[in-house]
């Protein structure tokens, strides 16, 4: 060895070595997930769907040029998660890194970026340094991912479902949902079969610009749909996956019931969107400040029970919340208008890891009531989404104010926490009419479904109950028409109700693997602001010296080896 070493011709050897290795590197690597929150490690469920691709899925990434410091960190991890899954994919796995609009004129840029905003990709606006680096300049961010699937041409925006104004902990929030909207992506896309979803009409339900964009945003685009008159058909059709009860506004007669309860045994999923009480912004608007919030009387209060939960007849109320123009003044016989929190438009969060919930911006919700989790035997109960820790509840009659907090002793009445306002039930649902219906009953049932009439489901099923019908409205604008669901109109800020309402669909009637991969934390590890301060210097000196110290240190010994060699 020491002979090969001291060859004339070792430099080939040390080349030719060096080549072999990165050759061998460069075909197959392996790294170690030493995070605490694993956040390098891919679930099962994405592996078993990455093997089994039986065709290539390109995927283009917008992130890529000059990007703020932020956006670059959250490219470079998607860079790193799309090697995962083609170490696991392989060939079938193609991801690329373009700029939106490189080297296009202006007519073919705008063009592009109409097409990604019907896509679902909307622009970021950022703060950047200017080439020149002598200032800032406002520039357009698409956090977005395309993804082509033989004809089939889906969209991501990394962004959606975050805060706008979070910053670091919403693009880091973004990083933790990689996995989950990458492999969520390339899971719908490969499918034959989308579910199908029935929206339920004919107790009052809304059906026109109320409720476009849950219906041609957001359902159309992701799901098989349909709109299913509840006296249209005699049971409602196992071909439907999910029924969606968003607001109804007339009560639901006992058939109606049976054939949501019958739906339900037989495996139906179900997302009830309930107001117990009447209570809209355009009735405060028409009255003279304040109205009398009353009761709906829907009947559906002993279905509800039955399954595990009871909607209250109050209003949940939070300082937590969206902000309206109030009249703060007026001059010269005009009321001077000003946006203020307004308590009757809570802001609502998770208050545990649920997938469903976890790593969402704040939900819009409008006039919401409480919801109790009642005794219902093998039913599991989950809160998704809550109040703040500075709520309270508004008993019935209760009287809508435009000023409802009107003095300190008002606010410190905003003492109660987390109250539930959406929750998840998960079990074997029991029949409400299993001891209610006649035989005759039973049998024309039996008929229909061609099975028994069931007075429980075989087994587990899941259902969703929130308390407040306007969570997946949108408002509408004189001026643009449909607004987004989830955007408050006075300040047109985007909240999280869409990916909230996405999640909520995905875990009924998705991959429940896939939906899993959202409870990942990515932990901010950042370095004290304070200490960096204090021992600036030190460490600003310590990395100048300490490099040109360890090179004078080296060139030293190794000019004392040598001349100890040629001396022996």
């Not at 896309?189 to 945003?217: C, H, W």
């Not at 489901?457 to 407040?468: E, G, L, Q, R, T």
Request: hydrophobic letters at 40%.
């Amino acid at each position: 060895m020491n002979k090969l070493l001291q060859s004339p011709y070792s430099w080939v050897f040390v080349i030719a070595g060096l080549v072999l290795i990165n050759r061998i590197a460069s075909q197959w690597h392996a790294r170690l997930d030493l995070t605490a929150e694993k956040r390098y490690t891919i679930s099962a469920a994405t592996r078993e769907l990455l093997q089994s691709l039986d065709e290539p899925v390109n995927i283009t990434v917008l992130l890529d040029g000059d990007l703020p410091a932020g956006f670059k960190k959250l490219a470079g991890s998607a860079r790193d998660m799309l090697q995962e899954f083609k170490e696991i994919g392989g060939s079938n796995i193609r991801y690329f890194f373009r700029q939106p609009g490189q080297g296009m004129n202006d007519t073919l840029r705008s063009e592009l970026i109409d097409s990604l905003h019907r896509m679902g990709i909307n622009p970021t606006n950022v703060r950047a340094r200017t080439k020149e680096g002598e200032g800032e300049e406002q520039r357009l961010v698409y956090p977005g991912v395309i993804f082509e699937y033989h004809d089939r041409v889906a969209a991501v925006d990394l962004l959606q479902g975050q805060s706008s104004i979070d910053g670091i902990n919403s693009l880091n929030n973004a990083e933790a949902l990689l996995e989950y909207k990458l492999a969520g992506a390339i899971d719908k896309i490969r499918r034959d079969r989308v579910p199908v979803v029935a929206y339920l009409t004919g107790n009052g339900q809304p059906q026109s610009y109320e409720v476009y964009d849950l219906i041609e945003k957001t359902l159309k685009p992701n799901y098989g749909f349909s709109i299913l008159p509840v006296d249209s058909v005699p049971v409602i059709p196992d071909v439907f996956d999910a029924l969606l009860i968003v607001k109804p506004l007339t009560a639901f007669n006992e058939a109606q019931k049976l054939k949501i309860d019958q739906y339900i045994m037989q495996g139906g999923k179900v997302i009830w969107m309930i107001d117990k009480l009447y209570a809209s912004l355009d009735s405060l608007q028409r009255s003279q400040g304040s109205f009398i919030a009353f009761e709906i009387g829907l009947n559906l209060d002993d279905l509800l029970f039955k399954y595990g939960v009871r909607i209250n007849a109050d209003l949940v109320q939070d300082l937590n919340c969206a902000q309206i123009p109030l009249a703060v003044g007026s001059m010269g016989g005009r009321p001077q208008m000003q946006l203020m929190p307004w308590v009757y438009f809570p802001l609502l969060s998770a208050t545990n890891n649920h997938p469903v919930s976890k790593n969402l911006d704040y939900v819009l919700s409008q006039f919401p009531q409480s919801v109790d989790t009642v005794k219902a035997e093998g039913i599991k109960k989950t809160i998704l989404l809550a109040s703040s820790v500075n709520a309270r509840i508004l008993n019935t009659p209760a009287k809508v104010e435009l000023n409802s907090v009107k003095n300190e002793e008002d606010l410190q009445t905003f003492a109660q926490t987390h109250i539930p306002v959406a929750v998840l039930l998960e079990g074997e649902f029991s029949s409400l009419f299993t001891n209610r219906i006649s035989s005759a009953a039973k049998d024309s049932l039996s008929d229909l479904y061609k099975a028994p009439f069931r007075s429980s489901a075989d087994s587990s099923n899941k259902m969703i109950v929130i308390s407040d019908g306007d969570l997946v409205t949108n408002f509408v604008s004189q001026e643009k028409g449909p607004l987004q669901m989830g955007e408050n109109p006075f300040t047109h800020y985007q909240y999280a109700n869409k990916a909230f309402f996405l999640n909520c669909m995905e875990y009924l009637v998705g991959n429940p693997g896939i939906l899993e991969t959202r409870a990942k934390d990515y932990t901010l590890r950042l370095l004290d602001k304070k200490k960096v301060d204090e021992s600036r210097t030190s460490w600003q000196v310590l990395n100048i010296i300490l490099p040109v110290a360890l090179v004078v240190l080296f060139g030293l010994v190794y000019a004392a080896v040598n001349k100890r060699r040629y001396q022996n």
